[in-house]
């Protein structure tokens, strides 16, 4: 439906991001029940799946790949950038997609949590992940519509 790859294409790229400094960022839509529950699935998957359209024209290159990692819930994985431009790059995206999503019945906000470091083996990589998951319950406890996480110093 999004369009975005799954878990299976996730371990399929793991090699791209072996021995490297990656970022990665949970993303996940605010209050997605509630287009659900007031409007209907159909509509709720409209809005989900303008998400992974947005990703796909606009943000995925070679170096920054997104996948459904569940309901609603996207995962973002960026190499080869320099420091401080993933944080930068997602703080654009959640701002852009906001503007972009006024004119629906209901704007469509996102809480995004992510975190970096290097990734010597999938176990490393699946503990990035859960503290990127981690750092995107905070930004939902703390108001959501944020982007909160940490850079490796």
């Keep these: 439906m999004t369009g975005l790859y799954n878990r299976l294409a996730l371990r399929e790229d793991f090699p791209n991001y072996s021995k490297q400094e990656v970022g990665v960022a949970m993303i996940d839509l605010d209050d997605f029940k509630r287009f659900n529950d007031n409007y209907g ?15 796909q024209k606009d943000w995925m290159n070679e170096h920054l790949r997104c996948y459904r990692y569940g309901g609603d819930e996207i995962l973002i994985i960026a190499y080869g950038l320099e420091d401080g431009d993933f944080v930068k790059k997602l703080q654009i995206f959640q701002a852009e997609y906001a ?33 990127a998951d981690n750092y995107l319950y905070q930004a939902k406890r703390q108001g959501k519509n944020q982007v909160v996480g940490a850079e490796k110093k």
């Excluded at 699935?41 to 998400?51: E, F, I, N």
Aim: hydrophobic share 40%; net charge neutral.
């Design 41 to 55: 699935h159909a509509y709720g998957d409209l809005v989900l799946t303008r998400l992974g359209r947005y990703l």
């Design 99 to 131: 503007k972009l999503n006024q004119q629906l019945k209901e704007p469509a906000t996102l809480s995004i949590g992510y975190a970096t470091g290097a990734v010597a083996d999938e176990e490393e990589l699946r503990k990035l992940i859960q503290l």
